[in-house]
């Protein structure tokens, strides 16, 4: 069939995929249905994200809110008759499950069904409470065929949620899949593969019997009714802290992540290694002292990917760094260099010095820029900075300078 564009149409049978397309969540037992768009319709739709020869169409995709059953429903208004035109609905089951059902009271009578049935598969990793709301993180993988049939439901949240997203192969079943619900109601996921942990050579697929890995997350989605709630940050420290728990677990990174995904990241990472210690100058947190001994031992010790755990000692520096402390402020600035120019040093060398100085110098004020944005949102509380200073007479005040002591604050 011959591709249409924009211009085979005019502008009353053309319309917005991702205004089109809309998600349900339908639940019975509660008032609220939540219903919301994609971010994403591309991988679905093409790249212009048009639905051609249908005017004022709609899609309802819309799942049982507990185990996902999905129930696809088309309508238009009307539909051009001399084109040759793709079937939009053919084009969202090409990404669906088997068993989506077209015929609403089928679809209702089979819920019903699972629903008695249903329990949410794996290990009870985390449970808490949120605004009156209580929440859990269930573990599984592939192995388990309920998780199984769940993936073919939920999986299509990764076209429609994350850029370029894409489906995992769901005969491997080394795949760690955590579920998060509220109650029943589902709320999201995150998929984790481990690979080979090698050292300084590139990530290789886990050998049979092989026993360090590196566990990589691969997808991570709270769907848009729940975000802003923290429990996107709940979901990824529970990822973190059950892995930091394996002895078998060298390292957690993360594939291709959003700016998004990048500043919870930040977050949760800084915040936990605040809460721990590991910003205290009595364990040799000094910006004049941090060298590439420390950093390599803090950074196996807590399974941090090597760039993350560089960029939160910075942040930890920025943060607790005094703008008036010029000789701090000058080591810090250094060490963001030196590390931007390592990792970006083919780039580089081709450069002149006043070229490549002034690269760095651009690089550095972004990424101080960024720095600034993302502490602002940082709880560091968890610690209080108590100045060491020999010489009462030179005592400055609390927070001024890079070179305290932390103890943990009365809560």
Request: some cysteine; overall charge negative.
């Amino acid at each position: 069939m011959a591709s249409v564009s924009t211009e085979d149409f005019p502008e009353e049978w053309t319309s917005d995929a991702n205004e089109a397309l809309r998600i349900t969540l339908v639940d019975e037992t509660s008032d609220y249905q939540p219903e919301f768009a994609p971010r994403f319709t591309y991988p679905i739709f093409g790249d212009a994200e048009r639905i051609y020869g249908y005017k004022d169409i709609q899609l309802e995709l819309q799942f049982d809110a507990t185990h996902l059953l999905p129930f696809v429903k088309v309508s238009y208004e009307s539909k051009l008759k001399s084109v040759d035109l793709d079937d939009p609905k053919d084009k969202l089951l090409a990404y669906l499950p088997k068993d989506t059902f077209f015929d609403e009271t089928a679809w209702n009578q089979q819920r019903a069904l699972e629903s008695k049935t249903f329990i949410i598969p794996g290990e009870l990793v985390s449970a808490f409470e949120h605004q009156d709301q209580h929440y859990t993180i269930h573990k599984t993988s592939l192995a388990d065929t309920t998780t199984l049939t769940l993936l073919t439901r939920f999986q299509i949240f990764n076209l429609l949620f994350i850029e370029a997203g894409s489906y995992i192969d769901h005969t491997d079943d080394r795949w760690e899949i955590f579920l998060i619900y509220n109650e029943t109601k589902f709320i999201g996921f995150c998929t984790v593969y481990p690979y080979f942990y090698f050292r300084d050579v590139p990530t290789h697929d886990l050998a049979e019997g092989y026993a360090n890995t590196r566990n990589k997350i691969s997808q991570f989605i709270v769907l848009p009714p729940f975000q802003g709630l923290g429990l996107g940050a709940n979901l990824y420290k529970t990822v973190y802290e059950n892995f930091l728990a394996r002895d078998t677990v060298r390292e957690v990174s993360v594939e291709d992540p959003c700016e998004a995904f990048d500043d919870l990241r930040d977050r949760c990472d800084l915040e936990m290694l605040a809460r721990e210690g590991v910003f205290d100058s009595r364990k040799g947190f000094r910006v004049d002292k941090v060298g590439t001994q420390w950093i390599e031992a803090e950074r196996l010790k807590w399974k941090i990917a090597q760039r993350q755990f560089e960029r939160c000692i910075e942040m930890a520096f920025l943060h607790y760094n005094s703008p008036q402390d010029a000789q701090a402020r000058k080591l810090l600035r250094l060490l963001i260099k030196r590390r931007v120019y390592a990792r970006n040093k083919d780039l580089l060398v081709d450069l002149t010095d006043d070229e490549r100085k002034d690269k760095l110098q651009d690089t550095y004020l972004r990424m101080l820029e960024d720095y600034q944005r993302i502490i602002q949102r940082v709880n560091f509380a968890t610690y209080e900075v108590t100045e060491v200073i020999k010489d009462k007479s030179q005592k400055r005040s609390l927070g001024e300078g890079l070179f305290g002591i932390f103890k943990r604050a009365k809560n």
